[in-house]
């Protein structure tokens, strides 16, 4: 699997890309924005993201990735550890979030999950109204256009709708999506959830309050 790595610590990326690297993975560094646009000019699996960068914030780069319809998976690295920083990154297209300082293992373990996300998805397609999924090959379009999810929410919508028809609880929804039922990880998936609906419709997915969520 090939990893891009975008900071401008050198200290820093050094150790990503070796601790990656001890995983089996490819690994790709980038210190700016530029360098990164450059690099995104081939395929990577997932991208490892920092916000603060010298020539601005990652943050642009990933809404950049989205209007162009690239879905790779984003991993965001950031110094601020805020519920409204955490949705500001969610909401610019990224995946999953990780508050420095982290733990290797953990930052490991997320780049990961997210592989795994992109790399396996189920054969399972999905029709109502004008919303049509085709979740093996990671496509969605309503009312005939196409519409970009990211990673995570795509492990969203792949969770409900291998259970269409069937209450997921909230509990098993965080924890098959993010590896964790905390209450961060919570905030994010209402923020997700309603992205979902604003990008495939309101009805899109159905809330039991207290209990959990269906696509039906």
Request: charged share 30%.
């Amino acid at each position: 699997m090939r990893v891009l790595v975008v900071d401008d610590d050198p200290e820093l990326a050094e150790l990503l890309s070796q601790a990656l690297a001890r995983d089996g993975h490819r690994v790709d560094v980038a210190g700016s924005l530029a360098a990164a646009r450059d690099a995104m000019t081939r395929q990577h699996d997932v991208l490892v993201l920092d916000v603060g960068l010298p020539d601005g914030s990652g943050l642009s780069l990933c809404r950049e990735l989205r209007q162009a319809a690239n879905a790779t998976p984003i991993l965001v690295l950031t110094a601020r550890s805020g519920v409204a920083e955490r949705v500001e990154g969610l909401d610019a297209g990224a995946d999953d979030y990780l508050a420095k300082p982290f733990a290797l293992a953990e930052l490991r373990a997320r780049v990961r999950a997210l592989a795994r996300r992109r790399g396996n998805p189920p054969a399972v397609t999905y029709e109502s109204g004008e919303v049509r999924l085709d979740i093996s090959r990671r496509r969605a379009r309503r009312d005939g256009l196409e519409v970009v999810l990211t990673s995570r929410e795509w492990a969203i919508v792949e969770a409900l709708v291998t259970r269409r028809g069937r209450m997921l609880p909230r509990g098993q929804l965080l924890d098959e999506v993010w590896g964790e039922a905390t209450p961060a990880a919570a905030k994010s998936l209402e923020v997700l959830i309603g992205r979902i609906r604003r990008k495939l419709g309101r009805t899109i997915i159905r809330t039991l309050r207290g209990q959990g969520y269906a696509i039906d």
